[in-house]
């Protein structure tokens, strides 16, 4: 249809808005301009209607026609609006959304998937805490110190000092996968004294690999191995008396643990294993001391079963079994040290988020040697840890544990420790941190004449950051026991790399 309006030579716009008028007034019913997305078109009684929502093939041309003697109205109805609105007269009239401000079905440019199907999530990174070094899937963190100290040593035998260098290596190695989790810690120092005398002198190791496997939404499984190795502290009571070195103790671990949660009931079993190898002792003349009798494999297996009263309070009930087995039948002295322990003990987990989190429990465990001429030991036992930040920038740790040491020979069992360990760290500043630490370790002999003997150790220090490779830390410790009138003061400084 062509219209014609007074004027031939209007703008293109207002040509096609005459045009566009027109159309609405003379064709009403019409369907030239419809949107079959939006625009529902009035269908008679009885008509055929495409599936997709497409115009009838019987076009409707007067919406007044009826079968019978009662009209028919067919009433339109509007379907659901996109951004595109019906023609219709009275309509309001909308602008065109921007397709640019549409969501996307699919991200243009997703993150690459690893290999287990996850995204690469970031390892944060805290406030002076060096990026480390990316491995592949890994973040290590890796760390070298230099220290230069001092010792004082009083005990029965007299006073003694030395001043000596300690070399330290420290790194943590952990994953960033989207599923399971490996962690594998480790540190390291190694003492040099100022001279040829080597006394004194105290190496130590240690590394830990801790695998966690999310084997569902209510099961974890952990694996765990680790190696450590220290020299025998002259405040031991297995310790020679008078001997120019201590022997040194080789100790490797292993444990596989499950925990599921049942509903309101947690479930948790783990078996522990170890081998612990002692190296020669040296005596004052320069003979090594063999140690070799006390060398021996351990077993434990124990289960615990709790109960969520609330996410922040679940009491438990914990059993354990375990064996120790020297590689020799009898020691130095004709005895049959080997033995089995048994042990219970009832506590409850306490989180209330990142504030204070931890556990306590009392129990009681049993010890049962080969030998009938050395008689079963039992305690009492108090074991419990607790992390406190009473707020950002200070941490309390607190940790108590109790365990039955064996004699290295003679008729004596062995005797029970209760151990306490606190430390405090305190930010003054954000490059200056403060610590205290603090110990307490007493020792009670049932079957032995023997004093009880307890052990104090407390230490303070202070590290500031440089930058954020390089530390400067200063310690001192004291380490003093009563029953033995023995008394140790270290003091230190040094500067730690790190990266």
């Not at 014609?4 to 009403?28: E, W």
């Not at 055929?48 to 009433?75: E, F, K, L, Q």
């Not at 595109?84 to 690459?112: L, T």
Request: aromatic fraction near 8%; charge should be negative; proline fraction near 6%.
């Amino acid at each position: 249809m062509n219209v014609k309006g007074t004027a031939t030579r209007l703008p293109t716009s207002r040509k096609a808005a005459t045009l566009l008028l027109a159309c609405t007034i003379f064709y009403p019913q019409g369907n030239a301009f419809a949107q079959t997305a939006t625009t529902a078109i009035p269908v008679l009684p009885g008509a055929a209607s495409s599936a997709d929502g497409a115009a009838s093939s019987i076009p409707a041309t007067d919406s007044r026609v009826s079968t019978g003697t009662v009209p028919a109205t067919a009433t339109p109805t509007p379907a659901p609006q996109l951004w595109r609105p019906s023609n219709n007269p009275g309509d309001p009239i909308y602008e065109q959304q921007d397709d640019a401000g549409q969501p996307y079905a699919e991200a243009e440019n997703p993150y690459e998937p690893t290999v287990d199907g996850g995204e690469n999530p970031r390892i944060a990174t805290e406030p002076g805490q060096t990026p480390g070094i990316r491995l592949g899937t890994f973040l290590l963190r890796p760390s070298i110190s230099q220290t230069i100290n001092t010792e004082k040593q009083t005990n029965t035998g007299g006073p003694s000092r030395r001043n000596y260098l300690t070399t330290g290596i420290r790194g943590t190695l952990t994953s960033d996968w989207s599923r399971h989790a490996l962690t594998v810690t480790g540190d390291g120092a190694w003492e040099r004294n100022f001279g040829s005398d080597k006394d004194g002198e105290e190496p130590r190791a240690r590394i830990e690999a801790d695998l966690r496997l999310d084997l569902g939404e209510e099961t974890t499984a952990n694996l765990k191995a680790g190696y450590e190795f220290s020299r025998e502290d002259t405040t031991d009571p297995n310790a020679l008396t008078g001997a120019a070195v201590q022997g040194g103790e080789h100790r490797f671990t292993s444990s596989a643990s499950i925990e599921r949660d049942f509903g309101k009931l947690r479930g948790l079993a783990a078996l522990d294993l170890s081998r612990t190898v002692y190296t020669d002792a040296k005596g004052v003349d320069g003979r090594p001391i063999s140690l070799s009798d006390r060398d021996q494999n351990g077993a434990n297996l124990r289960g615990r079963i709790g109960y969520e009263l609330s996410p922040a309070l679940i009491p438990f009930l914990e059993l354990n079994a375990g064996t120790t087995k020297y590689d020799r039948s009898l020691d130095n002295s004709g005895y049959a040290r080997s033995s089995n322990a048994y042990g219970a003990k009832v506590g409850a987990e306490v989180d209330l988020g990142e504030k204070t989190r931890g556990e306590a429990a009392i129990g009681y465990l049993r010890k049962q040697y080969d030998d009938d001429r050395l008689a079963s030991i039992g305690a009492l036992t108090l074991d419990g840890e607790l992390n406190w930040s009473p707020q950002r920038g200070t941490n309390v740790n607190l940790g108590l544990r109790t365990t039955i040491e064996d004699f290295a020979g003679g008729p004596q069992v062995g005797w029970i420790s209760y151990r306490l360990d606190a430390g405090l760290t305190h930010e003054l500043r954000s490059n200056l941190v403060a610590r205290l630490t603090g110990q307490i370790v007493h020792r009670t002999f049932p079957s032995s004449d023997m004093e009880n003997a307890v052990e104090y150790t407390a230490g303070a220090g202070l590290t500031w950051g440089l930058n954020r490779y390089l530390d400067l830390t200063a310690d001192v410790s004291y380490q003093w026991t009563p029953v033995y009138d023995s008394s140790e003061l270290r003091v230190g400084a040094g500067l730690v790399l790190k990266r």
